[in-house]
Structures are given as C-alpha cells and as structure tokens.
C-alpha cells in the first residue's frame, strides 16, 4: 500500500533532550517501515541555547511555523544559566494554551523487570491532567517590591467549559481501559474552585454509566499513590496538582526518565505535542546516558493520535519486551547501560 507521510515539527531542546529525541526518531522510522508510515522531520532549534544567544526560547512567528505540522515532538527544555519560568512560560506554555492543548496525558506503568521503589504492586494508570488554566494563571501581579509590604497574588482560574471538557476526556478514555475515574480535589480546604471542580465532575459522570468513579482529596490521593498505586486507572486532575500526581506517579513507576506525555488538543484543530515527562537532565546531559525510554513511549503515543494504534502497541510491547527479556538499564535504573545500546535493542525488537 502506498506509504502515508506525516509532517513532524521536531524540537529537540537542550541538554538531553538532543540525546533522547534522535533515538525516538530512530524508533519511529523502524516501525514506520513495518507499519507502512513515514515521518518527515522539520527540527527547530528553539531552546534556552537560543535563548542564551537571541534573548528569546523561540522566534516571534513560533507557533505560526509549526500550526500546520500533524504534530510536534519535543526533548526537553532547560539551562542553569536560564530561569525555568522562562524556559516554560517562553515555549512550552505559548504551544501548549496558542494550539489548545487543555489535556496533559501521562500514562504510568511499572514495567515487569523494573524495580520500583515500592515492595510490591502494579502500577497502570493515567493521570489527565487539565493544561490549560486552573492554578498556572496569568492573573495576579506583585506590588511594593522591596518593601516590607511586597506582596504577590495569583488567581486560579476554573472555568464550566476548561473542566468539564478535561472531564470528559478522561471518562471516555476510561470507557477504554478498567472504567475507573478519580477525581483529585481538595475542596474541603479550597473553597470557591474545588467544590466547583467537585459540581462538575458529579454532571459529567451520569453520561458514563459503564464509568465508575470517586473523589480524593490530593494529601489523600498522594499517600494512596504509594501505598497503593494498583487501585488506580485514570485520575483526573487540575494543572498543579496533575502535575505533582504525574511526577510522584512516575518515580512509584521506577523512574522518571521512563514516563511519557502528551499535551493534545483533541478535537484536533491545532497540533498536538508529545514530550516525555523527563526535563533535560543537565547533570547527565552529553554523556549518552540518559533513558530514552521516555521519548520512546511518548513516540508511541504519537502514533496513537496519528491514528496508527498497532504500531503505538507494538512499541509499548517493545518497551516491555526489552525490561523483562534483557538486562539493560540505564544509570536512572540502577544500571550502565548508554543511550544507543538501548535503541539498538528496539530496532532488534522491532525488526
Ligand atoms: P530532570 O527531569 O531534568 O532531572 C531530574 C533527575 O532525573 C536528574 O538527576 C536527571 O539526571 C534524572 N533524569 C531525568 N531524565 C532522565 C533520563 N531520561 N535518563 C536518565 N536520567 C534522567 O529535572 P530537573 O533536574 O528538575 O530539571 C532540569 C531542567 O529541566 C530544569 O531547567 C527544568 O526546568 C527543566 N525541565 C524541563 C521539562 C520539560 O522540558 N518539559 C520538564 C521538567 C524539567
Ligand atoms: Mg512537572
């Protein structure tokens, strides 16, 4: 048959970022060619690197550029000579709110043959995290700085449509995995948003039946997290506290250098972006150590939005296959084993 090809906007980054995305890449092509697809990569330099040398993460026209492209791919971002608000509110933030990217996916599994830091368990989750508003507002302001009375307010922002469409989400994605929801709350202790979170999620769920569901307060939802990840399937959470459930979710899952993301806008009218969790890692970078597991699995889900669903399973397969059949493990895994070695074993896996 003949050959689809997909644009790809490729931002490698900074740091790691330039290791683990040539190896996704490499995994994507292998399958590709079992799978009938092609990828065609446009790369972009935008970084904290240009930022150090332009004074700014990307050019003015950024998202312009890459709005056309069926998706972008990106390593990750960050420098010690540049502030993390800048490498975030610079380029991952503009892509994530300009192409409406309001759901974070971050799948966690515990992998046979990796060990995770807790005794026993499985761990096969998703948390939806909300991507859009919620706690990382842009409302609020600072006033009398340097004076004893400098102050700082930050509204969070929870709107009917921003809630509930994330809702949704996770309900129908649920519907495709065990049928569990849970939703993280605290509205006992935050008392305008989170009983309106609360309100909210309660009217989406009766159009689920199949769906069961719960609440959890996030201090709650944390310690069962740990002392018991497998009760788990989807969690459904507001910016902030998605983003502490999915960093937490992937260290009880063995590392953080293996969890993936997507940043989607799914009805698809802007590009969607796939990132692992992992940033760039500069304690490691250029040594061709870090875990491209990550990137790998964020690969697989991009193929999943593409449409190409065997192909996003038979690398998840791949992952697993290589965890429980070898003894490969990068440094963040307790091993030695560098970058290529890791992606020489999936193009063996894969063929
Ligand atoms: P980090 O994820 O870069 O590193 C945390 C620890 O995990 C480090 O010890 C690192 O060596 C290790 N690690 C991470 N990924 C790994 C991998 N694939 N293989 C092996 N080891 C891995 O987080 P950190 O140190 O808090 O941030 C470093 C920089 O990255 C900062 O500038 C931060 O702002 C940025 N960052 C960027 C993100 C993004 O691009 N989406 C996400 C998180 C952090
Ligand atoms: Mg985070």
């Not at 190896?23 to 972009?44: N, S």
């Amino acid at each position: 048959r003949p050959m689809d090809t997909h644009r790809i906007a490729l931002i490698p980054g900074d740091g790691i970022g330039n290791e683990v995305t040539p190896a996704a890449c490499a995994v994507l092509d292998a399958i590709g060619r079992r799978h009938g697809v092609r990828f065609e990569y446009d790369t972009y330099d935008w970084s904290c690197a240009r930022y150090l040398t332009e004074g700014a993460m990307m050019p003015a026209d950024g998202l312009e550029r890459i709005r056309h492209h069926d998706a972008i791919f990106l390593g990750a971002v960050g420098d010690p000579a540049v502030a993390d608000h800048v490498s975030l509110w610079g380029l991952l933030i503009p892509i994530r709110r300009g192409f409406r990217q309001y759901v974070n996916l971050r799948p966690i599994r515990l992998f046979p043959g990796v060990q995770g830091p807790l005794k026993s368990g499985t761990v096969d989750l998703v948390v939806v995290r909300e991507n859009v508003e919620g706690e990382y507002s842009e409302i609020g302001g600072r006033m009398n700085r340097g004076f004893p009375e400098e102050m700082a307010v930050q509204e969070a922002v929870f709107t009917r449509t921003g809630v509930t469409r994330v809702v949704d989400y996770a309900f129908t994605l649920a519907r495709t995995r065990r049928g569990h929801v849970t939703s993280a709350t605290k509205s006992n202790g935050i008392v305008h948003t989170l009983p309106f979170w609360d309100e909210l999620v309660a009217e989406c769920a009766p159009a689920y039946p199949d769906v069961t569901w719960d609440q959890e307060h996030i201090d709650a939802l944390c310690a069962k997290l740990v002392l018991d990840p497998g009760r788990f399937d989807v969690i459904v959470a507001s910016n902030l506290f998605g983003d502490i459930l999915s960093d937490l979710a992937a260290a009880v899952a063995g590392s953080i250098g293996i969890a993936p993301a997507a940043n989607l806008n799914p009805e698809r009218e802007f590009p969607s972006m796939f990132e692992p969790v992992h940033g760039s890692a500069p304690d490691i970078a250029g040594l061709g150590a870090a875990n491209p597991v990550g990137a790998i699995w964020t690969a697989a889900i991009m193929l999943n939005h593409l449409g190409y669903v065997e192909a996003a399973a038979d690398v998840e397969d791949a992952i697993a296959t290589i965890f429980a059949k070898t003894s490969l493990r990068t440094r963040d895994l307790g091993g030695t084993a560098m970058t290529d070695e890791f992606v020489k074993a999936f193009l063996d896996v894969l063929g």
